[in-house]
């Protein structure tokens, strides 16, 4: 399995910016799609990002469409978030996670295991 560790969380105020980072162990790492998701306090787990393994194809929920990037460097098996115009519906734990197969052609909503220990990013109105 992959293995993930998230970093780059921390407090911001609403309309400002970070950035999360996922730094990957594995040789596989880019043969494997990679997703972002989150979990508010008293909300279930839902999704936010996916980009493919080889890169281009992204994926992205509704509620960050236009507000976030998904991206990945390959060569240094990092997968980032950049985060904008961040409001304090965004305060949540920030997962990454790695496709469970290799090569899918989708970015994908589903299908993610390895999970990350998880990043906390709080947004202040």
């Known amino acids: 399995q992959v293995q993930l560790v998230e970093s780059g969380g921390g407090l911001v105020q609403a309309g400002g910016s970070l950035r999360l980072s996922c730094a990957a162990s594995?040789?596989?790492?880019?043969?494997?799609?990679m997703g972002w998701f989150r979990q508010a306090p008293g909300k279930e787990r839902e999704f936010v990002a996916s980009?493919?393994?080889?890169?281009?194809?992204?994926d992205y929920a509704d509620s960050v469409k236009g507000r976030f990037t998904i991206s990945r460097d390959n060569a240094k098996k990092t997968v980032d978030l950049q985060m904008n115009s961040l409001k304090p519906e965004d305060t949540a734990i920030y997962y990454c996670?790695?496709?469970?197969?290799?090569?899918?052609?989708?970015?994908?909503?589903?299908?993610?295991?390895?999970w990350g220990q998880g990043t906390q990013v709080t947004v202040s109105s």
């Open positions: 996670a790695a496709h469970l197969i290799p090569f899918r052609s989708d970015p994908g909503r589903a299908g993610f295991g390895s």
């Open positions: 594995g040789r596989t790492f880019s043969t494997y799609g």
């Open positions: 980009i493919k393994w080889s890169g281009g194809g992204t």
